[in-house]
């Protein structure tokens, strides 16, 4: 992507840079006394790769106007929890991107600058928004340095917001990512300076601007995040249970089994509620990003008249949730308690009643509809049940639920126990490697049915 080229410099001063000198006496004059020099604002000594730079103005800084996105398109990249990628290529496709191109842990596009607002609006399975700002190859740190130095970053926010810096590599030859990380937070640093007197602070745990370095064995992308916090924080989860299910996880699953609100869905083990919500808000077409902000609405080119109208299209195309459509249950009063909260959070009692929620064991419930739908459900296993042999003991009647009372139903069940089919006595028509977070799971699916599917071969012709 071009980069606007740098801010035009003031006049260099006929004065040296120097601090002020002590008079040196005249012939005519006896010598004067020393004057002490007047208070300088402290100034950071230029790097061995800079010339000296202009003094700073009196009040402090420079004014600073936004410049303007170039009208040909930018390239974005939207990281995904893996397993996800052709799914989020799909919806951002569907979005409007263009030269969509799947990758490990993300998806490639490109489209107008505007594009990134619609995606953090509307992306239910992408975890970020990154704009690329700047690409080259690169041997050494300094390099790095370089390329971070050239883009006017006093031209796309201003010195009040706080920074975080954060360098991630495959096959890199530099050996410290640390000491890669120090010097692109000096480049930022040193590019406002030599604009204004100001400059950025560094936040690492909530910084209003998100720089994101990516190193190749031989190529350097600098990426500023349009979203800000990650997009599966959606702003209704205000508390949850003991391992939740990351909201874009569970919005990727239900894209990855076709579910658009059609047909029934039910998770029997629901806890805080994660999937029923997404569900929720995919059945009325609400926005996954309305209720929170996002960091470009921060840039200087943020354009407020565009963003303002897509929120308020996406609040007018939302419709009432269908009853009989999303059914939950959980053994834990509290979990029933905070799934209903979430209800409550994206579209107020109405949404939450439509909802049927029960609390009974699982292996004890009929079938919410005869007429069979999508079971979707994140059982226990390693990290929410320390005890083993408990799950281990407990498959058998899971498997004899399933079978004699989901017959007609898909299950499907995201877990990291790779030996779940074989305890519920199933063989799963598909396995989808899914990361929840950084715990590496599998996405199994059932075809369920009633007594066996094997054909008495005596009674075939």
Known sequence: MAIPPNAPKAPKSSKPLSLPQRPRPQPSEPPKPAQRPQ????????????????????NGTLSVRAKPVSDRAQRFFAPCPRGLEQVLADELAALGATQVSPTDGGVGFSGPFTLGYRVCLWSRIASRVLWQLAESEYRHEEEVYRLARNIDWPHLFSAR???????????????????????VKDAIVDRFRAAMASRPSVNTSTPDMRIHVFLTAYKATVYLDLAGEALFKRGYRREGLLAPLR????????????????????????????????????????APGAQRAFAFEKLRNYDEATFRQMREEAAQGVTPLAANLLFGNDRSEDAIATTRRHLQNIGGEATAAAVTLTREAMETLPAPVPTGGLLLTNPPYGERLNELAELKAWYPAVGAWLKRTMAGWRACFITADRELPSGIGFKPSKRTPLFNGALDCRLFEFELYAGTRRTDRSASP
């Open 161 to 183: 917001e706080t920074i975080r810096v954060q360098v991630d590599a495959i096959r890199s030859p530099l050996t410290s990512l640390e000491f890669v990380t120090l010097r």
């Open 247 to 286: 909201e874009n996880l569970a919005a990727g699953m239900l894209a990855l089994k076709g579910w658009t609100g059609q047909m029934p869905l039910f998770d029997p083990m629901c806890g805080s509620g994660t999937i029923l919500t997404e569900a929720a808000m995919i059945a009325m077409h609400v």
């Open 39 to 58: 208070p300088q604002p402290p100034q950071r000594p230029p790097s061995p790769q800079q010339a000296p730079r202009p003094a700073a103005p009196r």
